[in-house]
Structure formats: C-alpha cells, structure tokens
C-alpha cells in the first residue's frame, strides 16, 4: 500500500479504487466505461464540466476532420496538416506541458515571453489536466494511483483524463493552496477556495471557455489568411487526429506494460519508460531520459537523439525570452554512457 501524502491524494480516485489488498487493481472495460460516464456527466455534477469541456473540445475537432477530408482533402495539405499534428503540435505538447509547466525545466524572462509560447499553437489541453496529474504520474510512476498506470491496460491511460487525472473534490483550503502553486508559473487564473469549492477545479470555466474560443479563433483565422479554408481546415483536422492519439502516448511510452527498455538506449530502471524513436525524433519525448531527468529542458542525450523542443529551449534563450534552463546531458554521460561504453569495450576485448 503507497503511503498517504500530498500527491498521493490529491487527484479524485475513481470509485473501483486505485488497489485491492494492498496491490493494483486493473477494472474492467465495464468499470471503465460506467466511470468515464460516471465524471463526464455536468448535469448531474457540474464539478464534472471540466471534463465534459475537455472531451466536448475534443470531439468537436471531429467536424473539421470531416469537412477536410469530405471538401478539401490534398496531398500537399493532408502532408501539411501531418507535419502539423506530430511535430509542431507535438514539439510544443513537450515544451509547454511537460518541460515547463510540470518540471519547470527552464524560466521565462516575463509574461509575455511566456504567452507567446503557451498559445503558439492550437490549444487541446487544459493545463490543469496535464500539470497535476503529471506530478503524480512521475512521483508514483506505475504504482496504484499513478493516473495513467501502463498496468491498467490501454483504455485505462486513453480515458485517464476523465477518470484519473482530476483533482479531488474536497481538499481542504491549505492543500487547494498547495494546488494552485503547482499552477501560477503557468499564468492560469486560478480559483479561489471558495470557487473551487463550487466548480471543483483550478480553473475558471466562464475563463478557460474563452481563452479556448479566442486561441481557436486566432489560429483558425490566421490559417484561413495565409490558405484559406482548405489550409484552415486542414490544420484543424490534424488537431483531432493529435487529441485523439496523445491520449495513448503513456502507455506506448511505458512498452504496453512489458519490459521492453533495452540495453544502451533505456538507463532510468526504476520503471518500464522507453526511448522510442518516433516520438523522440518528431517532438523531442525520449521517455526513458526523461523520466531518469525529469526536470531537464534536454531530453535527447545521445547523437541520434533528435531534440527539437531543445532546439527552441536554446534558441528563444539567446534570443532573450528564457533567462535559464537545465541541462543533463553532461550527467548522463558522466554517470550513465560513458561507464556502458567503457564495460562494453571491456567486455569486448576479453572475450
């Protein structure tokens, strides 16, 4: 059985519970489903709207997927709308989500350094959904309670933001306190205790509704300009398709729940996180070096390990917009590579 702490409890629990007995209970696709639709629901709950608004977004990107392909579909536009969806979409899920809003890998010179970053593409994700969760996802990674335990199958990471990554309903004001400062680096607006107590969440929904309609508005315009509806629609498409598949990112990136991690590529052992080279070559996720330094704006250490979200971290550094950042790469090789290289070699010559 996990200790109890701070961010053990600090995500609402689904109601199969994380464990049984002291050890991880995997629920059925029924228990699944009936508490997908048990927290989607806002009418029988309204602290459920964030979920219901996160899955309603979602599928609306849905009517953009069909006009595309039903009206405008081109080669040319379904490559643009690709390179779209799994690099820029991608490289800027890794930059802003992961590296700076949960790690806090780097720091932005001010405000507007920082919102010219955060909405630099279309927005899909609310940030409370990832950033909380995620700090649980790393301090318990594959344990009961993790909100996206690659043991509880496929669906149970695919629908891990409507019934695993929400925050309790009933924190007491000093642990909300505790909450909100995992958020105001972010620059959300945050509730106060007492509209948190009514909503059930972080965020606003009168604010987190319009700065979703302002950002789609903006970016849907600025396509239309520069392609018109084709370029417009084509872009959007491919932001369903990327609202759809990130859902899957943990449990590809933890092997399925298997132990794939391989000798020379995948050092972190203290779970089953994996290298894998398409995501690391499209958005910069090496899984494994990240989870070995998760607080690092550098994630791919070796030669081959193309980092685009790195790339950006360095270049908007020299151009003034982040003041600082963290850099293991040095590490890795002093603790991790270069030791395997020189066993490897040792190896080598004795036999």
């Known amino acids: 059985m996990q200790p109890t ?42 602290k459920n709207w964030l979920t219901f608004f996160g899955w309603a977004s979602t599928f609306s990107l849905v009517i953009p997927f069909f006009v595309f392909f039903a009206k405008y579909f081109s080669w040319p536009l379904f490559f643009v709308g690709f390179i779209y969806s799994m690099v ?23 405000a507007f350094a920082r919102f010219f970053v955060k909405y630099a593409v279309v927005k899909i994700i609310p940030d409370e959904i990832y950033v909380v969760s995620h700090y649980v996802h790393h301090q318990i990674s594959e344990k009961p309670g993790d909100p996206y335990n690659v043991h509880g199958g496929w669906l149970y990471c695919f629908l891990a933001d409507a019934i695993h990554q929400p925050i309790r309903k009933d924190l007491t004001e000093a642990e909300y306190l505790k909450v909100t400062a995992m958020m105001n680096h972010t620059g959300l607006r945050c509730n106060s205790y ?17 700065e979703f309609a302002c950002n789609w508005g903006f970016w849907f315009a600025a396509f239309y300009l520069l392609g018109g509806a084709p370029l417009a629609f084509a872009i959007f498409a491919s932001c369903a398709v990327w609202a759809f598949g990130i859902r899957t990112f943990n449990y590809d990136g933890h092997g399925g729940g298997k ?37 690092g704006a550098r994630a791919g250490f070796q030669p081959y390990q193309l980092d685009y979200a790195w790339y950006f971290i360095r270049f908007y550094h020299a151009i003034g917009g982040i003041t600082s950042y963290r850099d293991y790469r040095q590490d890795f090789y002093d603790k991790y590579m270069t030791p395997y290289l020189t066993l490897a070699g040792s190896s080598t010559t004795t036999a």
């Open 5 to 46: 702490t701070f961010l053990n409890r600090v995500l609402e629990p689904p109601r199969y519970g994380y464990e049984q007995q002291g050890v991880f209970y995997k629920p059925t696709t029924g228990e699944l489903i009936r508490e997908f639709w048990f927290r989607f629901n806002p009418f029988s709950n309204r």
């Open 88 to 110: 820029i979409l991608g490289t800027h899920g890794t930059i802003w989500y992961h590296r700076y809003s949960t790690h806090r890998a780097y720091k932005f010179r001010n």
């Open 194 to 210: 007492q509209e948190y107590l009514k909503w059930g969440s972080i965020c606003n929904p009168f604010f987190t509704v319009l």
């Open 259 to 295: 132990d794939k991690r391989k000798e020379g590529i995948d050092f972190n052992r203290n779970d089953l996180s994996i290298n894998q080279l398409w995501p690391g070559l499209v958005t910069g996720e090496w899984h494994n070096n990240h989870h070995l330094y998760p607080n």
